[in-house]
């Protein structure tokens, strides 16, 4: 598609009707000016247009149809306002897959993934397997870990019924056999057989973190259980040993600064090869342990 002396064949930023004209490097520069870095200007222009970086440039004179730049405008005064870009597209990649995110979701973070490789190491091995993701949010653990491990028996558990719709509707999409289970953390799994693993990315930042300023945002169930941050940590770890088989492993990303602190109540409570993995920063942020039974 082209366009050129506002004129167009069709395609995403075809102008159609009246209204003031707005090209897409104009749009861009529009961003910039107003305080974006220019790679995310032109990801939000990309997921605003459902188009590639490559279109962007080689279409960059094309003009935007009022309705799409009404729409460019309304998302760019959203993000100016710190709303989250995976709030605006309603999407977020996490370990390799598309992910739908809404506000009643926390949204996945990459330092995350280093979570589900942990837990995919202690998979291995040919026989049946029980996982449960605790405070699954879009599901991006769970869905990770059934996506390498399809022959695992892998659920999900959020108390917000609107995390849960997302994270069963993102498994349906992805075409994963993932079960559901609505309550908080281990109540709703009453009657279920012991687990291989309990792998959870709980609410741990303190209730008075400055942090908590910039993700004004997304749900603040989802990210401080408030106090110190590490009831929800406390509870899991109190809790864990009476859902796992011998042998079986907790894992529990936490604050860099939550480490030790977990590390001691593994330990305390009875876990052994108590371990700390680091983020992509080389921040520590996942603890272990496995339950000896």
């Not at 993934?113 to 599901?139: F, K, N, S, Y």
């Not at 052994?272 to 000896?292: F, H, K, M, S, Y």
Request: glycine share 12%; charged share 25%; no cysteine.
């Amino acid at each position: 598609m082209s366009i050129r002396d506002g004129h167009a064949d069709g395609g995403p930023g075809a102008r159609s009707g009246g209204g003031p004209a707005l090209t897409v490097v104009n749009a861009e520069r529009t961003a910039i000016a107003a305080g974006l870095p220019r790679a995310e200007a032109q990801y939000l222009l990309q997921a605003l247009l459902g188009v590639s970086r490559a279109w962007l440039i080689g279409h960059d004179t094309d003009l935007l149809d009022a309705v799409t730049a009404e729409r460019f405008h309304h998302w760019l005064a959203r993000r100016l306002d710190g709303v989250p870009l995976a709030y605006l597209t309603g999407e977020k990649e996490f370990f390799g897959l598309t992910l739908r995110v809404t506000p009643d979701t926390l949204i996945p973070r990459p330092d995350t993934e280093l979570l589900v490789q942990w837990a995919l190491e202690r998979l291995e091995g040919p026989r049946p397997l029980r996982v449960v993701d605790l405070g699954t949010g879009t599901g991006a653990i769970a869905l990770s870990i059934k996506s390498q491990r399809p022959d695992a028996d892998v659920r999900m558990v959020d108390f917000s019924p609107g995390a849960l719709a997302v994270a069963l509707d993102n498994a349906q999409r992805l075409g994963l056999q993932v079960d559901g289970h609505l309550g908080s953390w281990f109540e709703p799994l009453a009657g279920q057989p012991p687990f291989d693993l309990i792998v959870s990315n709980p609410p741990y930042v303190a209730g008075d973190d400055h942090h908590l300023d910039a993700l004004k945002h997304e749900p603040r169930t989802a990210l401080t259980p408030e106090g110190d941050g590490l009831a929800d940590l406390r509870h899991l770890i109190e809790g864990a040993p009476a859902w796992l088989r011998p042998d079986g492993w907790l894992l529990l990303e936490h604050g860099f600064d939550q480490a030790d602190a977990v590390a001691a109540m593994l330990r305390a409570r009875g876990f052994i090869e108590v371990e700390t993995r680091r983020d992509l920063g080389g921040q520590p942020r996942a603890t272990g342990g496995r339950w000896p039974g």
